[in-house]
């Protein structure tokens, strides 16, 4: 068996915050390889090698030779205290005669046990050997070697074990899509990731490398926005000339400072950037923060510095922030490491900025609103720290209730989807994405990637993760002040109180746009209106008070509407009349919300400013209220869960992609492989024979049965557009005239009749992976549009809302007197195809259009598969 596989360096993360940086031997590694298994303890060698043993080339041998056809290895290095970069563990396996099983075998440096070093590493060898067809590992473990069974055990590989001869012998089936298997590797992630940020949020100790004693610099700004903060830790500056700022002694170099530094500040000019930081990480410093900019921002140069940067950074096991970065900010430190002109209020609510510039507009913006924040983090060019990481440690952060993201491009989107929909289910996400117009999509050939756009992919994403989108500054500030201060809505029915007529229908339409709906109220709500307004007020909903209303009427009026078991929101507007004053009112709202268990929100347009805590316009708090109502519809929305599918054959269709891929980087599939990758799957395809002329269409067509349809076998080809669809044909003659019309060779299909017409399809989007389309299918496909789009894996939630929502619903449910679908099989369909775009990212565009439906199943009758190879990632992140 050949490859041509070979894994890039990669990083993992271990459970006490460190990094372990992760690559292939080569021949150059025989030395370091046998001084590391010299150096392991007698009872370490003994349990790898079940006795003694000399150590040697021969010991080596079999990891030296790695061509992960045969043989597979990783070497995980770390950085000694002698800045040399030196072996700490080693992973290989060997393939054996059975080629779908290989016996694995691990080795961790004596003084790194218990730090998940074997774990990591089995959970990537599983992943390369997974890649070149390996299906089970198995290994000889010694009893007594407890450690290395916990390894297996806590994998979440289905595994045996067996004793024989006095080992233990353990099989896994290396099946990394498993629920148990992400459920367990998540975990980690979860637990590493967050012990690896704690630095950043909980410093004792902080040093600015470049904090010059000049007024007007950015590093000697951000020394004083610290010491002015009044941080709860010890701040150091650090500069060549050793000056003084702000009063504090500086230092020449860090490693000059007394104490090993938590984080360290980087605010040297670029080209510098790497030397300053070699000499931080050198000292012990684990959280680095590079404010600095010239890296990937500016080029091909800075995209290599960047690259070095990073490598360096993991090399010594840190976590780096930036660079190109506005800093980082901690209320439970009292940590404001930004040059920021004022730190945002101490609050609940932990913000991330992809942009520098956006975050400034948020921290002025939320200091005028008194939105006060838990922690800040700038994550400029992310080279390393991304808006995944922060979630991770937010999610179990006791000082954050809220989240704010903004985000300009995603690192791992199915990644961040995992970690949203489980972080969001006890704290509100919510997130302003750009760069999402259609000017900015990709030219695509199949239906599926001309109807699918990345803004269609970012609402996937969001719902499906239970992110709540704002598409502008202030609708993330304003729905961050309702969620952060006033309890959820049970649903999107909402009442209007107000003394201005005009501006509450105004506000019932914002609610209508925002997706809320204003029912009547209750008969005894009105009638006990009417016993406290005005005749001529209105108990309707609007209900209006009128310009006479006084705080007092407010206070009456609201806990009426607020019992009414029809609302679950009250918005109440306010414009200041002669009679009553903006404090008045705003503290007679204030008075009734503070025992309400229903949000009010209240909207006070006056030329005064608006009171702390309300809307400046009925749209504002009708918007943020719709997002709300979105996040309590998520949250009662079961959790996705995905079915098990039988008849899916990976080997069928690893084979068909390696083959077709094997000369070529990008090719729609012909009839043949185009069958037989969807056959694979178990996808339900109309019964066709391919004919290079009319002689063999005529015998085919008797074999299928007339009537018959003929097509163009063209890979690829838009069929009606074309002119290359030829339908209902019943006779010999008819057959012929269409091969001749066709002028090629040509499938011959049974011709399929009644039901409806669908579209499903997947497409690979450079972002965010694969989306599945479905939606209304046949030639006017996208002329219909209504086309929705989830992301896989799809759980049965998830093809559940696809086939509920838009027109193909009412296709499905039977229109206009019409038989129903069968829901079951459109719905298994679609969960196959979303399963082959996940396990095949290769798939880069797929169209079943049209898919007939009907009450008893469902068929695919025209496919199209464009396959590409896809582009090696220059990422070396693994969580």
């Given at each position: ?54 150590i040697g080339r021969p010991t080596v041998s079999v990891a030296l030779e790695t061509d992960w056809a045969r043989r597979g290895s990783l070497l995980g290095e770390l950085v000694d205290d002698t800045a040399t970069l030196r072996p700490v563990a080693l992973a290989t396996y060997v393939r054996l005669r059975d080629p779908s099983r290989a016996e694995v075998a691990f080795a961790v440096a004596d003084e790194l046990h218990g730090r998940g070093i074997g774990t990591r590493l089995l959970e990537r060898l599983a992943e390369h050997a997974s890649a070149v067809g390996i299906e089970e590992f ?223 507009a948020l921290l002025e913006e939320a200091d005028e609103r008194g939105l006060g924040l838990s922690s800040f983090v700038s994550i400029g060019n992310k080279a390393d720290v991304s808006s995944n990481d922060l979630l991770e440690y937010w999610q179990d952060d006791p000082n954050t209730d809220v989240v704010l993201l903004y985000l300009e491009s995603f690192g791992n989107p199915r990644k961040f989807a995992r970690v949203a929909s489980r972080v969001a289910r006890t704290k509100p996400i919510l997130a302003m994405r750009s760069g999402t117009s259609r000017s900015g999509a990709r030219a ?436």
């Amino acid at each position: 068996m050949t490859t041509t596989f070979t894994p890039p360096t990669e990083d993992v993360v271990l459970r006490d915050g460190s990094t372990l940086r992760l690559r292939p031997p080569t021949a150059e590694d025989e030395g370091v390889l046998i001084s590391f298994f010299e150096a392991l303890s007698p009872e370490s060698r003994y349990l790898r090698f079940h006795g003694a043993t000399m150590i040697g080339r021969p010991t080596v041998s079999v990891a030296l030779e790695t061509d992960w056809a045969r043989r597979g290895s990783l070497l995980g290095e770390l950085v000694d205290d002698t800045a040399t970069l030196r072996p700490v563990a080693l992973a290989t396996y060997v393939r054996l005669r059975d080629p779908s099983r290989a016996e694995v075998a691990f080795a961790v440096a004596d003084e790194l046990h218990g730090r998940g070093i074997g774990t990591r590493l089995l959970e990537r060898l599983a992943e390369h050997a997974s890649a070149v067809g390996i299906e089970e590992f198995v290994a000889e473990v010694l009893p007594g070697n407890a450690a290395m069974l916990r390894v297996f055990d806590d994998a979440g590989f289905e595994t045996t074990r067996s004793l024989q001869g006095g080992v233990v012998e353990v099989a896994l089936r290396l099946d990394a899509a498993h629920p148990a298997v992400v459920e367990r590797r998540d975990e980690r992630d979860h637990i590493a990731v967050a012990a690896s940020l704690k630095p950043f949020f909980e410093p004792r100790s902080v040093a600015v490398i470049g904090a010059s004693s000049r007024r007007g610099t950015i590093g000697g700004e951000l020394f004083r926005n610290i010491l002015a903060a009044d941080f709860t830790g010890a701040a150091y500056p650090v500069n060549r000339g050793a000056e003084a700022v702000g009063g504090v002694p500086g230092y020449g170099d860090i490693a000059d400072v007394p104490v090993v530094v938590d984080l360290a500040v980087v605010c040297v000019p670029g080209a510098n950037v790497v030397d300053a930081t070699r000499s931080a990480l050198a000292t012990g410093v684990k959280a680095i923060c590079v404010i600095s900019a010239g890296f990937a921002e500016t080029g091909a140069e800075g995209r290599d510095r960047q690259a070095e940067l990073l490598a360096l950074v993991r090399a010594h096991g840190a976590r780096l922030i930036g660079p190109n970065c506005l800093g980082v900010s901690s209320t439970a430190t009292r940590l404001n490491a930004t040059f920021a002109r004022r730190a945002a209020p101490p609050g609940r609510i932990g913000f991330s900025s992809q942009s520098g510039a956006l975050g400034l507009a948020l921290l002025e913006e939320a200091d005028e609103r008194g939105l006060g924040l838990s922690s800040f983090v700038s994550i400029g060019n992310k080279a390393d720290v991304s808006s995944n990481d922060l979630l991770e440690y937010w999610q179990d952060d006791p000082n954050t209730d809220v989240v704010l993201l903004y985000l300009e491009s995603f690192g791992n989107p199915r990644k961040f989807a995992r970690v949203a929909s489980r972080v969001a289910r006890t704290k509100p996400i919510l997130a302003m994405r750009s760069g999402t117009s259609r000017s900015g999509a990709r030219a695509a050939s199949s239906h599926t990637a001309a109807l699918a756009g990345s803004d269609a992919a970012v609402e996937a994403l969001f719902w499906q993760a239970g992110v709540l989108r704002a598409r502008t500054l202030e609708e993330l500030l304003d729905a961050a002040v309702l969620l952060s201060s006033q309890p959820l809505p049970r649903g999107n029915r909402i009442a209007v109180v107000t003394n201005a007529g005009g501006l509450g229908i105004l506000c019932a339409d914002a609610c209508e746009a925002a997706g809320l709906s204003l029912p009547p109220l209750e008969p005894a709500t009105t009638a006990a209106l009417a016993r406290v307004v005005p005749a001529e007020a209105s108990s309707a909903n609007p209900v209006d008070l009128l310009g006479s209303a006084t705080a007092g009427t407010y206070e009456v009026a609201l806990p009426i509407v607020l019992a009414d078991p029809g609302i679950d929101a009250v918005i109440v507007l306010f414009v200041p009349p002669v009679v009553a004053t903006t404090a008045d009112v705003a503290a007679a709202i204030a008075s009734v919300s503070a025992t309400a268990d229903k949000p009010i929100l209240p909207v006070v347009i006056s030329a005064d400013g608006s009171p702390v805590g309300s809307f400046t316009y009925p749209e504002s708090a009708a918007r943020a209220l719709g997002l709300a109502a979105r996040r309590a519809a998520w949250l009662r929305r079961p959790v996705a869960e995905a079915p098990h599918l039988d008849r899916l054959d990976h080997g069928a269709a690893a084979a068909v992609v390696a083959r077709v891929l094997a000369d070529t980087d990008d090719a729609w599939l012909d009839a043949s492989d185009l069958r037989a990758l969807l056959a694979a799957y178990g996808l339900p395809l109309v019964g066709e024979r391919t004919a290079t002329d009319a002689d063999a269409a005529v015998s085919a067509a008797e074999e299928l049965g007339y009537p018959v349809v003929v097509k163009t076998a063209a890979a690829g080809a838009h069929k009606t557009e074309t002119g290359g669809v030829h339908l209902d044909l019943r006779d010999e003659a008819a057959v012929r005239r269409a091969c001749g019309a066709v002028n090629g060779p040509v499938l011959v299909q049974q011709y399929v009749t009644g039901g409806v017409e669908l579209l499903v399809g997947a497409v690979q989007d450079p972002v965010f992976g694969p989306l599945v389309a479905f939606g209304p299918g046949g030639v006017y496909a996208e002329l219909i549009g209504s086309t929705r789009f989830a992301l896989a894996p799809l759980g049965e939630i998830d093809v559940d809302e696809l086939i509920s929502s838009g027109k193909a619903a009412k296709l499905v449910d039977g229109w206009r007197g019409g038989p129903a679908a069968d829901r079951a099989a459109v719905a298994d369909l679609i969960h196959r195809v979303g399963r082959l775009a996940e396990d095949f990212p290769e798939v880069a565009e797929l169209d079943l259009n049209p898919v007939i439906a009907r009450p008893n199943g469902c068929i695919a009758v025209d496919a199209r598969v464009r396959l590409r190879r896809l582009a090696a990632t220059a990422s070396s992140k693994t969580w």
